[in-house]
């Protein structure tokens, strides 16, 4: 089956600076890789995905990038904010829809004043 | 987008008694619905799919008669943990599936065994 590993498992930046997590994934049929910000106590939310037919996608200060010959992809978030302080998961499913996911570990991200 | 209604919110039980997850669809029909587990400070583990209509699918290591999943209706999925203990307690999460853009969870049921 699929196996994602993430990195890194906590990560402190101040404001305003830029945080990247990076992800690996095993099985090469996978095909939609979603990002998900957890505060404590509450569901995941979706912060942005891609799919296997692109290499690179933005939404604002969030973006993430897609190397499908390395099977890895990362987050990059820019001009950080306290309120994204959180943890964050990425994630991998082979069906190209959000169905089945396979989840990273997880990184805690600190952003200080 | 779509809605998924998971109830309760969180539970404490007393050790050797059963509980009961519900999750809903409010506004789509779910087909298929996800349930995982994550204990404190860890991933999303992925235990079962439900499929409306037929038996789930347990992931490996995942007891099936410790954990029954009813789909009995495309809008009611119902995860029931059977004769817990505090070893089972966890945060229980429901994704509906079937084939959307992305993934629609519920909002978690934290399960504390005493």
């Known amino acids: 089956g699929e196996n994602v590993e993430q990195h890194p498992s906590t990560l402190s930046v101040q404001e305003g600076d830029s945080a990247v997590i990076k992800c690996t994934y095993s099985?090469?049929?996978?095909?939609?890789f979603p990002w998900y910000k957890q505060e404590l106590g509450k569901r995941p939310q979706l912060i942005i995905d891609i799919r296997s037919n692109v290499g690179e996608k933005k939404d604002q200060r969030i973006a993430v990038t897609l190397n499908k010959t390395a099977k890895h992809f990362s987050l990059h978030i820019t001009e950080t904010q306290p309120e994204d302080s959180a943890v964050y998961f990425c994630a991998a499913s082979p069906t190209g829809t959000a169905s089945k996911l396979t989840f990273g570990t997880g990184t805690r991200l600190q952003v200080t004043l | 987008g779509a809605v998924v209604s998971q109830h309760p919110s969180w539970v404490i039980c007393k050790s050797g008694t059963s509980v009961k997850i519900e999750c809903r669809s409010l506004d789509f029909q779910a087909t298929t619905m996800f349930w995982y587990r994550q204990f404190p400070k860890q991933s999303l583990m992925l235990m079962a799919t439900s499929n409306e209509g037929s038996k789930a699918t347990y992931e490996q290591g995942v007891e099936k008669d410790k954990f029954l999943i009813n789909h009995a209706s495309l809008t009611l999925s119902t995860l029931t943990v059977t004769s817990a203990h505090p070893e089972d307690s966890s945060f229980y999460i429901c994704?509906?599936?079937?084939?959307?853009?992305?993934?629609?969870f519920g909002q978690g049921t934290r399960l504390t065994v005493v």
């Open positions: 099985d090469s049929a996978s095909n939609y």
């Open positions: 994704s509906a599936g079937g084939g959307f853009t992305e993934a629609f």
